[in-house]
């Protein structure tokens, strides 16, 4: 970490665990930034390696002397719902469509994956919030809907 520097820009990107490479959308979204784009991704590669081909939300942190830092999260929770199911892609009408189901134990497994992201103080709140999500993507699910 850099200490107290405040940083002078943050950068959010989707990448994909132990494929950065300075080509786009890195190369486009670093470039103006001044950071040095193969460090920024062999650090990052380095720190993902044991979860390749997975993708991570990244927030990067530039500061003054163009040093950075960054932070992982854990992957989507559209990306977490369509590895549990071997899906492509969710419904594109997902109130008609249905492509899926999700047993209390499939979603369970994704909300305790998914926990350190989100705002909810429990279990069976996190497992509405991937419900939820699941209903929006056109799948079916064992959660009940919140009251």
Same mark, same amino acid.
């Given at each position: 970490?850099?200490?107290?520097k405040k940083p002078t820009k943050i950068v959010k990107l989707q990448i994909t665990a132990w494929q950065a490479n300075p080509a786009?959308?890195?190369? /486009?979204?670093?470039g103006p930034t001044g950071i040095q784009i193969a460090d920024f991704c062999k650090q990052f590669n380095d720190k /993902? %390696? $044991? %979860?390749?081909?997975?993708?991570?939300? /990244?927030?990067i942190h530039i500061y003054e $002397?163009?040093?950075f830092d960054f932070t992982t999260k854990e992957p989507p929770m559209t990306y977490l719902i369509k590895q549990e199911l071997g899906l492509k892609s969710g419904s594109k009408e997902s109130h008609k469509d249905k492509v899926g189901h999700l047993t209390t134990e499939q979603v369970e497994? #994704? &909300?305790?994956? %998914?926990?350190? $992201?989100?705002?909810?103080?429990?279990?069976? &709140? &996190?497992?509405r919030i991937v419900a939820g999500s699941a209903r929006s993507m056109g #799948? /079916?699910? $064992?959660?009940?809907?919140? &009251?």
């Open positions: 970490m850099a200490g107290k786009p959308p890195i190369g /486009t979204a670093l /993902t %390696k $044991d %979860k390749m081909g997975t993708v991570l939300p /990244t927030i $002397d163009r040093s497994k #994704i &909300a305790s994956a %998914k926990m350190p $992201d989100l705002s909810a103080n429990d279990m069976e &709140a &996190a497992g #799948i /079916t699910t $064992d959660v009940p809907k919140a &009251a």
